[in-house]
Nanobody, 118 residues
């Protein structure tokens, strides 16, 4: 059973916007803290944003004010709205879930590529 599936990646010019979607299984959507994590070539994974099942959200300083994480209860989806994209936002973006925010990821999606060009 596939627990997390990402979509919405693509190519965009600097300053543009993209919205990523993570579709989660019912159990994960309703019981886990769901994160967006990215990894650029040659770089370590970077946690970007997380949202708890009650809707409380938290952000890394690097994306605060530009990225917004949200829940769509009707679609069991978690969105990451990314605005004012920069060249350094180019990476593979992953959805991941952990039982409690900060506990460590239990599930990972396969990722969706975001490429920002000048």
């Amino acid at each position: 059973q596939v627990e997390l599936v990402e979509s919405g990646g693509g190519s965009v010019q600097a300053g543009g916007s993209l919205r990523l979607t993570c579709t989660a299984s019912f159990h994960i959507f309703n019981n886990y803290c769901i994160n967006w994590v990215r990894q650029a070539p040659g770089a370590e994974r970077e946690g970007l944003a997380a949202i708890e099942s009650n809707g409380d959200a938290m952000y890394a300083d690097s994306v605060k004010g530009r990225f917004t994480i949200s829940r769509d209860d009707a679609e069991s989806s978690i969105h990451l709205q990314m605005n004012n994209l920069k060249l350094e936002d180019t990476a593979m973006y992953y959805c991941a879930a952990e039982a409690t925010c900060g506990a460590g990821m239990d599930y990972w999606g396969r990722g969706t590529q975001v490429t920002v060009s000048s």
